[in-house]
């Protein structure tokens, strides 16, 4: 059931592994490898199954033939309760050469999936990058199947999150807007980057900095917004758009998700002492920095997302590449040739089994088990 993924998925680490060899010795050659990874990933895509993914039916193949067979306007029109400016464009731009919707999807998967390995090549002298697009792979990949115009924005969401860790807020807030325009949960993301890049400025400039202090701080903080939040005028929301009636819902603690915040945390765990080592050397202006931040909240995103999946589960996707980044940059760190296998080894097992909790053992969205489409199958 979960076979066609797993192969797919350690197929395109492995061309992508030769693409980095190549990278080194013919540039032109390792970007041929690194594209035919992308277009196998865009290819598994293309030929799945409508059924694969809920999503699809709910606004993705009707916001597709509006797009593809009336103007912008008209299918910005007919679909604005599901259909963001920027993503309703998207579909209208890949609608101008084909109305095949198999094609769009793949489309999707590989501007999405492109996105997020530039930013990882962004940062390719802090991991290795096919490692960090295996992570991806497992975490991500899945899960934009279902989340279609989500997935995209996550990976624009990377680069804003890259803007504020490098002190940046001008460029992050572009692409935080850019984001928006192609999903608008992701300006709840871009208000928690703007606290965090004020906290951690807060923090550089007084000298106020611990691991521990600012681990229980973001982490308390980060569990004990939302409560406060969620106390504010149900009106509020409903006022928004109908479509957020969810955040009508009461959040508590009884409905704490144990599993997802032990699966988030434990990569800090594991690399508490070099975390303790890094944190002796803070400057406050790295990505390193960032991303633990970004983890921590993560955790209490994803701790919330037994009470509110929608708004908390569904918004900890958007940390789920800063969260990639701190684990391959911390294995990088590590001189010993002997602990970064290990390390590598650990973290393909946890990502296994993390991918097996989190999508496979709930069927997240009916992406189990992969089907591929009856036009490719006869």
Not at 52 to 64: A, S
Not at 200 to 205: G, T
Request: charged share 15%; with cysteine.
């Amino acid at each position: 059931m979960m076979g066609p993924y797993i192969l797919v998925f350690f197929i395109s680490f492995l061309i992508m592994v030769i693409a980095e060899y190549f990278l080194k010795k013919n540039k032109f050659l390792g970007c041929i490898y690194y594209i035919t990874a992308l277009i196998l990933l865009a290819v598994f895509a293309a030929i799945r199954d409508f059924t694969v993914g809920t999503d699809i039916y709910v606004y993705g193949n009707n916001i597709f033939y509006d797009a593809s067979h009336f103007s912008y306007s008209v299918a910005l029109m007919n679909n604005e309760r599901w259909g963001e400016p920027g993503y309703v464009f998207f579909n209208y731009l890949v609608g101008r050469f084909t109305t095949n919707a198999h094609i769009f999807y793949g489309c999707l998967a590989f501007i999405t999936t492109f996105i997020a390995y530039k930013f990882f090549r962004k940062h390719s002298n802090e991991l290795y990058v096919p490692f960090a697009m295996l992570l991806f792979l497992f975490f991500l990949y899945p899960l934009n199947f279902n989340i279609l115009r989500q997935g995209l924005a996550i990976s624009i969401m990377a680069f804003t999150f890259d803007y504020f860790s490098k002190g940046k807020p001008i460029k992050a807030l572009m692409t935080g807007a850019i984001a928006f325009l192609i999903h608008d949960s992701s300006i709840i993301i871009t208000m928690v980057y703007c606290l965090l890049f004020f906290l951690v400025e807060l923090f550089r400039r007084k000298g106020f900095f611990s691991i521990k202090k600012a681990t229980l701080f973001i982490i308390g903080g980060s569990l004990i917004f939302p409560l406060i939040f969620m106390q504010l005028p149900t009106s509020i929301f409903s006022s928004i758009d109908d479509k957020y009636y969810y955040l009508e819902q009461t959040v508590s603690f009884s409905n704490i998700s144990y599993a997802r915040l032990f699966i988030f945390a434990v990569p800090i765990l594991y690399f508490w002492k070099e975390l303790v080592s890094f944190f002796k050397r803070f400057d406050g202006r790295d990505s390193l920095t960032f991303a633990y931040f970004v983890t921590l909240v993560n955790i209490a995103f994803s701790a919330y997302s037994g009470s509110m999946y929608v708004l908390f589960g569904r918004g900890s996707f958007y940390f789920y590449i800063p969260f990639i980044y701190l684990i391959c940059k911390l294995i990088s760190v590590e001189l010993k040739q002997s602990k970064r296998i290990i390390h590598y080894v650990f973290f393909v097992i946890y990502t296994i089994l993390s991918f097996l909790f989190l999508l496979y053992i709930g069927n997240y969205a009916d992406i189990f088990p992969f089907r591929i489409s009856s036009s490719f199958s006869q």
